[in-house]
């Protein structure tokens, strides 16, 4: 990576850490606990691949 890369690399990613800490401190933010991030994509994981194996059936059930 040059120079100028890196510079530029490092600007966006302080940009990124600003704005995370300020979304951190707004009012508004909701606060999940891991387990409960943990439960949220189990369900989503779940869901997911319950459409991919009712796609997957009949989509192979075709002749071609």
Known sequence: MRKDERQQYDAWFREQVARGLVEADAPATVWVTQEEAKAS???RRAKLLA???VESRSSSGGGC
Request: proline content about 0%.
């Open 41 to 43: 994509w189990a369900e």
């Open 51 to 53: 459409r991919i194996e």
